[in-house]
């Protein structure tokens, strides 16, 4: 008799989870240096004097 909580030990892995975590793992990265990238544009143009914040 089986049940829902029996699973194969020896079992290889499908290769699409593999794949789907290597594209998810490879966004976060891309934007993790999209948003460093928009970073250091923004303090190079605050340091540079050519944007100024209004206060009023």
């Known amino acids: 008799m ?3 909580t029996d ?3 020896d079992r290889e ?3 699409r ?3 789907a975590n290597e594209r998810t793992f490879l ?3 891309r934007t993790a240096l999209g948003l ?3 970073g250091i544009v923004v303090g190079q ?3 540079a004097g050519s944007v100024r914040p209004r206060i009023s």
Request: hydrophobic share 50%; proline share 5%; net charge negative.
């Open 36 to 38: 460093v990238a928009g």
């Open 27 to 29: 966004a976060w990265i």
């Open 2 to 4: 089986t049940t829902g």
């Open 45 to 47: 143009l605050y340091s």
């Open 17 to 19: 989870f593999t794949l």
């Open 13 to 15: 892995p499908d290769y």
């Open 7 to 9: 699973f194969e030990i």
